[in-house]
């Protein structure tokens, strides 16, 4: 018997095949944590290479070199920290560190970190010695690098050796990265 417009269908949504986001979430918070990467080698990748070591007009505070170096270390100290006995990578040295270092270190320790992200969103949502749960903290890794992401643009700047405008707005561009 065909359905009249007041029948109603047992799935008036037609949503009963569709996987809901939350069965997608691990997906989605990994693929953000790697764009976040990316973002970074994009960056590094577009730094004048004479503003990589210079240090500050004033003198004070880290070269660009050295911020990247302690994004990546920071990594590496919390994997110490939550994933002992796996696979870590090496700190950086912040004086002698070159761009293509840096990025090949950031990938290592965004793999790293991805599985150690992967595991707690899979199980408990825990990550040792954070709090409050894996999303304070894939919230917390992209939050800090975004921040010296902020800091090496401002100190290209002030070294006279600012990115293009190309450049500062495409870090923004996080469905094309």
Excluded: C
Excluded at 1 to 24: C, E, L, R
Excluded at 33 to 50: G, K, V
Excluded at 68 to 73: F, L, Q, R, S
Aim: charged residues 20%; aromatic residues 6%; positive net charge.
């Amino acid at each position: 018997m065909p359905k009249t417009k007041n029948q109603s269908s047992p799935d008036p949504g037609g949503t009963a095949a569709q996987p809901t986001f939350a069965s997608q979430l691990t997906t989605a918070l990994l693929n953000a944590f790697d764009t976040n990467n990316r973002i970074n080698q994009y960056l590094i990748d577009n730094i004048d290479p004479a503003a990589w070591k210079a240090k500050a007009p004033d003198g004070k505070g880290r070269t660009i070199s050295a911020i990247v170096a302690h994004m990546h270390n920071v990594r590496v100290m919390w994997l110490k920290v939550s994933a002992k006995g796996s696979e870590i990578p090496e700190q950086l040295d912040r004086a002698t560190v070159t761009p293509a270092q840096a990025v090949q270190a950031l990938e290592q320790s965004r793999e790293a970190l991805s599985k150690l992200i992967g595991r707690a969103l899979e199980t408990d949502g825990r990550i040792k010695g954070f709090r409050p749960d894996v999303a304070g903290f894939l919230g917390y890794l992209i939050a800090h690098d975004a921040h010296h992401r902020g800091q090496i643009a401002m100190l290209a700047r002030q070294l006279g050796r600012p990115l293009p405008q190309k450049i500062n707005f495409g870090m923004w561009e996080w469905g094309s990265r």
